[in-house]
Nanobody, 123 residues
Framework: QVQLVESGGGLVQAGGSLRLSCAASGRTFSTYAMGWFRQNPGKDREFVAAISWRAGSTYYADSVKGRFTITRDNAKNTVYLQMNSLKPEDTAVYFC????????????????WGQGTQVTVSS
C-alpha cells in the first residue's frame, strides 16, 4: 500500500515556473514507477510524465516535452515535477500516481493516486 500526497500547486503567470512534489508513504516507494497526470473538469485524465523505479528512464507527453522535468529522490520517498515556461493550457489539477509496470503512460497502469493539487496559469 502506498499513500501519495501532492503539494506545490498554485497560481502563476504565463512563462513562470512551479515545482510540484509528491510525498509517498511506505517502504516500497523505490519499487514503483511514478507518474504525473492532469485533469480539467469534464475532461479525461491526461498523462504528463513518468519516471522508472531507479530514475533510469523518463518520458513525457509531447505537450510538455522540453518544459517539464520529472525527477525522484528514493531516499526521501518523493517525486517532483519541475514545470517551466508555463502556459494557460497547463492549468489543471495535477495528480501523482504509482505503478507496478513500466512503461506506464496510461491511467489504468497506475495502482495508487494522490488527491491532486491545483495549478492555475494566468495569461
Amino acid at each position: 500500500q502506498v499513500q501519495l500526497v501532492e503539494s506545490g500547486g498554485g497560481l502563476v503567470q504565463a512563462g513562470g515556473s512551479l515545482r510540484l512534489s509528491c510525498a509517498a508513504s511506505g517502504r516500497t516507494f523505490s519499487t514503483y514507477a511514478m507518474g504525473w497526470f492532469r485533469q480539467n473538469p469534464g475532461k479525461d485524465r491526461e498523462f504528463v510524465a513518468a519516471i522508472s523505479w531507479r530514475a533510469g528512464s523518463t518520458y513525457y507527453a509531447d505537450s510538455v516535452k522540453g518544459r517539464f522535468t520529472i525527477t525522484r529522490d528514493n531516499a526521501k520517498n518523493t517525486v517532483y515535477l519541475q514545470m517551466n515556461s508555463l502556459k494557460p493550457e497547463d492549468t489543471a489539477v495535477y495528480f501523482c500516481a504509482a505503478s507496478n509496470t513500466w512503461p506506464a503512460d496510461e491511467h489504468y497502469a497506475y495502482d495508487y493516486w494522490g488527491q491532486g493539487t491545483q495549478v492555475t496559469v494566468s495569461s
